[in-house]
């Protein structure tokens, strides 16, 4: 289940959009593809938010008169330091203020955001300094509060109303002071709805290859302020074609920053072991682009011939064409939210032999005394920390596989919580006929996100999520008709900068927006 994720199946979708039904994709796997692409700067979705505070009932510490808040934002980082984010304007005398101030924030999905908001009462003499200049330290607290980001956007109107309160709460007494109420409202901006369709193709491209024609794919990329080149979008890869047309391609406006800001498009030919070979590049804005389809002409590639200052390109006969150019508004990830759509998060567990006796500390099912959760409980914890927020009733379901329990005989399907009725509080030996129910599944606004926990050879588990190749294929010879499996081993993402949380979690909003824009459901009461 983007505008929040790529689902980068196939090379085929852009970064800020969801891309249309592949169906049998006879490319080559781009595997390759997504690690340069990483390697690059490539980074997953998100949305733009902007967030609006008020206040009501707010404690009055002046004497003479009303009190004048101010508000302040903090995110809360890991460690449990808070990080200062912005500050609003002071409001003369009012309890009940209505801050003009903004804060833009992007929200990732895939990680929990904690916020914090603080309300000062600024004294009088330092009305005339800039609120960045201010020592909150000799201002009056008036309260504060805390919520994730999610919590906001989740919300039917994406408005939380929270109870402000002191500091007895974090110290610990159960019953802390309410001190008024803050209200955050949280607005997506446009541009992460508008979304610019291309579809794209080139002529008379060079060969890289020795015995063969080059296999070309597009990437698209923008310049930061600071002068890096990021990676924004892909295509999919085209097998042995000098003239290859690519399948649409999605662009959202705010990740490019505007029509008018310049793009870089390279075209690559495809190497399994990652070293692509550039074939040519240009450099062209999205008004550019959409000329180019109006006239029906085409830009040709370069390719440096010189670095530095006195860079030098060579122009190539290989040219660039835009087939088609549309511009158009699309529902996101965070408008089926608003209109009460719900992610609900189940749990399967291996208990097969491959995982130890679980009474041995090297089991995977060990339980430490000391309380440290094992392999799989902390992927279900931190999974779980991530998609609550997402379920209302906050139950989920688990089951068990490849066990005895309690004295019965062998179940591949058992509650985790020993009930015969209620079920909330390894290795694949059958390949083929996980295939089969996988292509079933794809029909289902579901998907599977699996956590490869030991050491054990998980190739046949990443057979089943198609980004490392083609399309699930069931023995009838249906291909699914999307990807609905994320596929993560919990030893190659446990030690770097990414969590196994944002490794599975990446692509959830695309492949829900992805069901929902093939089956033309639209968010509706």
């Not at 020592?135 to 919520?147: A, I, R």
């Not at 920053?257 to 399994?272: T, V």
């Not at 699914?480 to 959830?508: K, M, T």
Request: glycine share 8%.
């Amino acid at each position: 289940m983007g505008n929040c994720c790529s689902d980068v199946a196939g090379g085929q979708t852009a970064v800020g959009g969801t891309g249309v039904n592949q169906g049998n994709q006879p490319n080559a796997p781009n595997e390759a593809v997504d690690a340069f692409l990483k390697s690059r700067g490539y980074q997953g979705l998100y949305s733009q938010i902007e967030l609006s505070l008020s206040a009501t009932s707010l404690r009055d510490r002046d004497v003479l008169s009303k009190s004048d808040p101010m508000a302040v934002l903090y995110s809360k980082e890991k460690d449990g330091s808070l990080k200062e984010l912005t500050r609003t304007e002071v409001v003369l005398n009012s309890l009940n203020p209505k801050w003009i101030t903004k804060y833009t924030m992007a929200y990732y999905f895939e990680t929990v955001q904690n916020l914090v908001f603080r309300v000062y009462d600024i004294d009088t003499q330092f009305h005339n300094q800039d609120v960045k200049m201010l020592k909150l330290e000799e201002q009056d607290f008036l309260g504060e509060g805390s919520c994730t980001l999610a919590q906001i956007v989740t919300k039917s109107d994406r408005s939380l109303t929270m109870d402000l309160v002191c500091g007895e709460q974090f110290s610990g007494q159960a019953h802390a002071r309410k001190f008024g109420k803050l209200t955050i409202f949280a607005e997506e901006s446009i541009s992460s709805k508008t979304t610019v369709e291309l579809k794209l193709r080139c002529s008379e491209l060079e060969s890289k290859d020795l015995f063969s024609k080059s296999d070309p794919f597009l990437v698209v990329s923008k310049t930061t302020e600071s002068g890096i080149v990021v990676p924004i979008c892909k295509t999919e890869v085209m097998k042995n074609d000098h003239s290859p047309t690519w399948k649409p391609v999605f662009l959202k406006i705010q990740q490019i920053g505007s029509k008018e800001n310049p793009l870089i498009i390279e075209c690559y030919d495809f190497n399994s072991n990652g070293k692509h070979s550039l074939i040519g590049k240009i450099q062209k804005s999205l008004l550019d682009l959409e000329k180019l389809h109006s006239a029906g002409t085409g830009a040709n590639l370069f390719i440096p011939t010189a670095m530095g200052p006195k860079q030098e390109n060579k122009v190539l006969k290989s040219q660039l064409f835009v087939e088609s150019y549309s511009e158009k508004i699309q529902y996101t990830f965070l408008d089926y939210l608003a209109f009460g759509y719900e992610l609900n998060f189940m749990v399967a567990i291996d208990f097969t032999a491959s995982n130890g006796n679980p009474r041995l500390p090297d089991s995977l099912h060990y339980i430490d005394p000391s309380g440290r959760p094992n392999a799989y409980q902390r992927a279900i914890l931190d999974v779980g920390e991530v998609l609550q927020f997402y379920d209302s009733d906050k139950r989920f379901p688990a089951w068990g596989f490849g066990a005895r329990p309690i004295d019965g005989p062998v179940s591949h399907c058992f509650n985790l919580n020993g009930s015969s009725t209620y079920c909330e509080d390894g290795v694949i030996t059958d390949l083929q006929e996980t295939k089969d129910a996988l292509v079933q599944a794809a029909d289902l606004p579901l998907s599977i996100l699996i956590v490869g926990v030991g050491g054990a050879d998980f190739k046949e588990m990443e057979i089943l999520d198609a980004d490392k190749g083609e399309r699930l294929e069931s023995t009838t010879g249906r291909v699914a008709v999307r990807d609905i499996v994320q596929f993560v081993p919990l030893r190659d993402v446990q030690n770097g900068d990414v969590s196994v949380v944002q490794s599975l979690l990446a692509e959830l909003p695309s492949q829900l927006l992805e069901y929902m824009r093939s089956r033309k459901i639209q968010p509706t009461l």
